[in-house]
C-alpha cells in the first residue's frame, strides 16, 4: 500500500541565491583594497593577494601577517 507518494512536483524554480562568493564583497579585504592593493582573499587558507589592484596574472597569496606589515608602512 504505497499509494501515498510525497508531493515533491510543487517547487520548480527555488533558485535561492545565497553568498555569491564569486562577487568582490565577500573576499576582498576592504582595509587593503582602500590602499590599492588587490586585495583578494583566498577563503579556504585566509590568505591575502597584495599585488595592485587590477594586476596582471594570477593572486599572489600571502599571510595575514605579511599583509598586516604591508598595511603598516612597509616599503
Ligand atoms: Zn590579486
Known amino acids: 500500500m504505497n499509494a501515498e507518494h510525497p508531493t515533491t512536483a510543487g ?4 533558485q535561492v541565491r545565497q553568498g555569491r562568493s564569486d562577487l568582490n564583497n565577500s573576499n576582498v579585504r576592504e582595509d587593503l583594497a582602500r590602499t ?3 586585495a583578494m582573499v583566498h577563503l579556504p587558507t585566509g590568505r591575502i593577494c ?3 589592484f587590477r594586476h596582471h596574472g594570477p593572486c599572489e597569496f600571502h599571510r595575514p601577517q605579511e599583509a598586516d606589515d604591508v598595511m603598516s608602512g612597509g616599503h
Do not use: A, K
Open 36 to 38: 590599492g592593493r588587490c
Open 11 to 14: 517547487g520548480t524554480s527555488s
Open 50 to 52: 597584495l599585488l595592485p
